[in-house]
Every structure is written in C-alpha cells, then in structure tokens.
C-alpha cells in the first residue's frame, strides 16, 4: 500500500516539473512512511511513497525498472496472486515483491496482464521508448486514481490533495455544480465526478493509455457483464463453494512480511474474516475494535465475545465523544472534497489504534451489499408492489402527520420516476436529502441532479433487492465506503485489505439464488451459515448497528457550534451554492424535534465546512 503520482508533458508546451513532482508526491507521506522515489526525464514524471509489506528490502522501492530497462512503473495496492503468476509465466525475479512480478508480466503480456491479476492497484507504467503512459485500476475501485488531463498535459495521483497542491492545476479548478448536487442528494460525489470539474475520477476496472496525441480509457472488467443467465441455487454446493472462496481470499490476504491483525466489530461480515483469518494461522491473530462510552454505539463486548471464542489476541479501545467529535475536525483534509459518511470518525479511531501494532490489517467490507444486508433491499421489494404503487400518495399525506419514524417512510413513497428509484431508495435510507428537496434547497444556476445509470442489461430477471444491491456495488461500496476505508487506513499509514471484495466473491454473489441471500427474513443467510460453522449464532442474536456514530445528538449539543459557524446567513451567502432561508427552516425543523433530518444538517455543514476550508464558492 502506498501512494502514487506523476504525470506525462504531453507536448512541449507542457512545465511540469521535477519540483513539482516531487511536491505532488510530498503530500501523499502519509499513504507511505517507509520511503520515497521519483523517476523524471522532463517527459514524464513518476513519484512514490512506500509502505513496505512485502519484501522489505530497498531493491523492492519504486520507481521500479523491468529486466530490460524499457518500462518503469509505480503501483499502489497489493497483487495477492503474484507467486502463481511468476510461476505461471517462468519469470525470473530479483526480488520477491508483487511490483516486480507486475512489471515483467505486462512485458510479456502487454495490457492484457492486468486480466492475470488478484488484488487491489492502481498502477502507472511508463514506456520510455514509445512514450507512452498505461494506468490500470482494480476491478472494484479499491484503489483510488484522480487525474487531470489538458491539451498539454495528464497528471494523476492517489488523492485529490496531490493535484490540488500544484498552483498550475490549482488555479483552474472551478466546483462542478452537478458534484454538489450529487452530493446532497447521495452524502458522496460517484465518479467520475469530483468536487472540481477539472479533476476526474478513474473508472474501477479501466485501463487508460495516454500519450502526446490520444487519451483512451477503456473497461477492461464490468460489475454488471458477470451477471449470468442462470442462478446457483443448491444451498449446499453455495455454502462449500462460499466457504471455499472466502477462506481462499482470506488466505491470499495474508501473505505479508510485517504484523498484521484484523478489524473485529461484533458483526457478521468482520466475524467471518477473522474466524477464516485465525484458521489459517498458526498463532492468535490480533483483532481490533472499538466503542463508544455511550452504551447504545458500542458493539465492542460483541467483539470481545468473538474473539475469546475464536482464540484471538483481541485488543479494544473504548473512546470518549470528546474524542471522536475532535476527530471530526479533520475530515475535510483527510477526504478532500465533501465527504459526509460520519463512520469515517469511528474508522479513523480503530485505524490509529491498530497502526500502533501492526501495519496491515483485514476488513469486512462488502458482505452486506454482496448478500443483502440492508433494510433498503427490503424496501425496494416493497416499492416494487403494484399495490405500494397506488396507496403511495395517499399513505404519504397521512404519514407526514406521525411521528418521525413514518415521516421517513413518507420521504421513501415519496419517490420520483421508476429510473431514479434506486438512488432514492439509497438517498432516504441515508436520511439526505430527496432530488425534489435538493432542487428547492439550491439556488438558481446551480446544475440539475446528472443522471445516474441505475440498470443495467441482464441476461434474467432480477429482483428489486439484486438491482438495489447491484447499484450500491457500482456507486456505494465503491464511492464511498472504500474512500471511506482507504483515506482513514491511509491517514495512520495502515494497509487494509477486504477478502470479501475478491472479485471472485463478487461474481459469485452476483449469481447466488436470492432466497439465500435472504431467507425467512434472515438477511446475509448464506454468509451466517459459513460463519456460524466457526462461531455459535446466539453470539450474533442482536439488533444490527452498524459503524455509527450518536450523530443526531451532537449536533444538537456538543457540536451545535458548527450549525452557528457554517450554516449562518454570512457563509451561506458568501459560498453561493444554497438558498439561506430553506436552510434556516430546515435547521428549526430539526432543533424543534425532527430528529430524522440530522443527516441533511450534517451534509450542508460538511459542504460549507469544505467550501470554508479551500476558499471556495459557486
């Protein structure tokens, strides 16, 4: 894991420069601590900061150089595969780092290698006889890659920040108003759109080439093109098969020379990993977890029970609100365009604390979006009904009268076209706000909501709930829960990897029989049935939390002051993007008991917040 940026002068017009490169790299320290590398010829540049995790010697640093000195690459991200493609290809190594195996099978493959690979990357290689730039990215979007591209030049890097920090890029950068728009109604900005229209978001599963005279990006691996004509349906073979699976990644994922550990919540999905992850270990495995001392947010006696069970060498960590909400402070520079996912203050705690005694560590992400762990798969069913269909409008008028549990269920009928109705059913699940309050809140000028694929062709019928999850596969789980992780692991130097975002799972999930996804109103039934061959279900007989935060309190105590600091009449004026006095009536709303609305109070502090931050206005 580490950081990587760099850029091609296009033509000669193009004034990027050593120094500039070397301070794009600079601000990405944080992703890699162990060392730095810089590769510049006055075309190209390339720049790297390492995280050392596999061969942890200097003839592992990057910039690396292929055996016949033609290419040279940066890689940021883990290829867990890389002894079975050294050994499939008969390539000879000097080292025994996955960057070197990347290299010399690109050499001997071309683009295609990227077909060979299991893992999480972005990669950056330069041919420095032809000129030419390729830059791949993983299947599901682990691994971030921004870039800016102009007539004369293209310039790329692990986060936002590292463009930015140029003053010739900075210059130029004008908001995209659409990115705010998404953002209000989604709490995140989907690629490949950010916060700036002049810096983009590379495709999950792409290959880009560039050069002085073409620009091509291309999807080399498609979520919605491994959906198959057929269903697997036997529950048993689908339990072997899953066991198999997800014990196979797990295994891969800890192929590592430093300590690592894993991160357990209590929960099914980081229960499963770590019972997986202590069965192939000879030793007790160290697990991580955290809670809140407000009883109702910590999960942490649920990790705790796990771990005695599994024989882990469990380390918790309770945390004070004073301390979580001063973490909070720091989102705007950790996400670096508006960001509104409050889990992110829990998931930077437990990544400081783990980077205090390993350097790697595993995850559960995925699993609830792969075999349908959110109430909104049951709520897109529900919509899907004729008869929902025709009671809507009624039931909602008499709905917004109650109290606020069925306001929010009126917000949920209150839906738009049936192309949207999957983004609505995220957007009101998240409590943000609904497209037709966004289109009130903002002021004129600003951009209408872009449209969002949310179908894609299948070779059979879905379900409600598989479309619903398969546009969180494409949009949620890429765009913002692995932003969520990367950026917050990245900020303590600590490389997490998710087994069950193997994209073997992956397609295997996309063509599970639904009744095993959910079965007798058991949601993730399949995902239990593995898990449960490892730890007794009655430790599992809970409400399902998730990573939360008592977020809707603090805004109406502890951290009031940042209604009164960001959402006053003077910033709201001075950034441009809302109408002040839907903001007033949305702020009196929640402060006079609409409890539900916290989440919109929250997304409007975090834009004026970041707007604040970097100086920014419509």
Not at 501 to 508: K, P, Q, S, T
Request: hydrophobic share 40%.
């Amino acid at each position: 894991m580490c950081g990587i940026a760099g850029f091609l002068n296009r033509t000669s017009a193009s004034s990027f420069t050593e120094e500039m490169l070397r301070n794009m790299t600079t601000c990405l320290a944080h992703r890699g601590p162990d060392a730095d590398g810089f590769y510049f010829d006055g075309q190209i540049g390339l720049g790297h900061r390492r995280l050392s995790i596999l061969d942890l010697s200097s003839a592992a640093n990057q910039p690396m150089f292929s055996h016949n000195e033609r290419y040279v690459t940066i890689f940021n991200g883990e290829v867990y595969n890389f002894q079975e493609i050294r050994d499939r290809l008969g390539l000879h190594m000097r080292t025994t780092s996955d960057t070197e195996v990347i290299l010399e099978a690109f050499v001997k493959l071309g683009p295609d290698f990227v077909q060979e690979l299991n893992g999480m990357f972005a990669i950056a290689i330069y041919d420095k006889q032809t000129k030419q730039l390729d830059v791949f990215r993983d299947r599901l979007g682990k691994k971030p890659i921004y870039y800016y591209l102009e007539a004369n030049t293209f310039a790329f890097a692990s986060e936002l920040k590292s463009l930015v920090n140029l003053a010739s890029i900075r210059q130029r950068l004008t908001v995209d108003k659409a990115a705010v728009n998404q953002f209000l109604y989604l709490g995140y900005i989907p690629r490949p759109r950010s916060i700036y229209n002049e810096i983009k978001k590379m495709d999950s599963g792409a290959h880009i080439r560039v050069n002085g005279s073409q620009f091509n990006e291309e999807r080399y691996w498609k979520l919605e093109e491994k959906i198959g004509a057929e269903v697997l349906r036997d529950e048993q073979e689908a339990k072997k098969q899953l066991h198999d699976l997800v014990h196979s990644s797990v295994q891969y994922r800890m192929i590592a020379d430093v300590p690592f550990g894993t991160f357990l919540s209590g929960g099914i999905d980081s229960s499963l990993v770590t019972a997986m992850a202590q069965d192939v270990s000879a030793t007790p495995v160290k697990t991580f977890s955290i809670g809140f001392d407000s009883a109702k947010h910590n999960e942490s006696s649920y990790a705790a029970a796990v771990a005695k069970h599994l024989g882990t060498d469990h380390l918790s960590f309770t945390v004070t609100e004073r301390e979580a909400r001063d973490s909070m402070a720091e989102l705007a520079t950790i996400y670096d365009e508006p960001y509104a996912d409050s889990s992110a203050v829990p998931t930077l705690m437990v990544s400081k604390l783990a980077r205090q005694h390993v350097t790697m560590a595993l995850s559960g992400d995925g699993g609830d979006e792969l075999f349908h762990g959110y109430g909104m798969y049951t709520w897109a069913n529900r919509l899907a009904k004729g008869s929902v269909n025709l009671l809507r409008h009624p039931a909602r008028l008499v709905m917004q009268q109650m109290n606020n549990r069925y306001k929010r269920v009126a917000d949920l009928l209150n839906y738009p076209a049936q192309e949207r109705l999957r983004s609505h059913i995220f957007s009101q699940e998240q409590y943000l706000f609904s497209e037709k309050e966004v289109e009130k809140l903002l002021r004129p000028g600003m951009s209408d909501l872009p449209a969002l694929p949310e179908q894609w062709p299948s070779p059979r019928t879905l379900t409600p709930a598989e479309q619903q999850a398969i546009f969180d596969m494409q949009y949620y789980l890429q765009d913002d829960l692995l932003v969520k992780v990367d950026r917050a692991s990245m900020r303590y130097s600590l490389e997490t990897r998710g087994p069950l975002l193997d994209y073997r799972i992956a397609e295997f999930a996309l063509n599970l029989d639904p009744a095993l996804k959910v079965k007798n109103g058991v949601s993730k039934y399949l995902l239990k049935q593995v898990l449960y061959d490892y730890v007794p279900a009655h430790i599992f007989d809970r409400p399902k939390w998730g990573f939360s935060i008592p977020l809707g309190t603090w805004l109406k105590k502890d951290l009031h002051y940042l209604i009164e600091e960001y959402l006053n009449p003077t910033v709201l004026e001075r950034v441009g993007f809302v109408r002040p006095e839907i903001v007033r009536e949305l702020v009196q709303r929640f402060e006079g008991g609409e409890d539900h609305l916290y989440n919109r109070v929250w997304l409007l502090i975090v834009l004026h917040q970041w707007a604040a931050t970097h100086q920014l206005t419509a």
